[in-house]
């Protein structure tokens, strides 16, 4: 089955760090550029940072610009996200999925759902003391 594998996950207090990785399985990440999303409960799903194809940008939802840092090792198929300063407001099921370009952020659930493949089963993210 194509998706990606999300791992990393975690409790951790206000304040701390996790690293999460998105792993493609049955397909290579070249000529796609890979985005996280995340849903928190009871609200829609929510696009977090993407990056490009060659790397070359990257782009970052306002409330995790300058706390969050998206990374990809095509070698290895996998893309990263380091998450620094976590707050309670960032837990959520962190998800990957995979588009030929990066798509605004601020794009409606349905919008992504539509547009970007290969979704896989998340990963959750609690922010807690």
């Known amino acids: 089955q194509l998706q990606f594998v999300e791992s990393g996950g975690g409790l951790v207090q206000p304040g701390g760090s996790l690293r999460l990785s998105c792993q493609s399985s049955g397909f290579t990440l070249d000529g796609y550029a890979i985005a996280w999303f995340r849903q928190a409960p009871g609200k829609e799903r929510e696009g977090v940072s993407c990056i490009s194809t060659n790397q070359d940008n990257t782009f970052y939802t306002n409330s995790v610009r300058g706390r969050f840092t998206i990374s990809r090792d095509n070698a290895k198929n996998t893309v990263y996200l380091e998450m620094n300063s976590l707050e309670p407001e960032d837990t959520a099921v962190y998800y990957c999925?995979?588009?030929?370009?990066?798509?605004?952020?601020?794009?409606?659930?349905?919008?992504?759902?539509?547009?970007?493949?290969?979704w896989g089963q998340g990963t959750q993210v609690t922010v807690s003391s």
């Open positions: 999925a995979a588009e030929r370009i990066c798509r605004p952020l601020t794009y409606s659930a349905s919008y992504y759902d539509t547009h970007f493949i290969y």
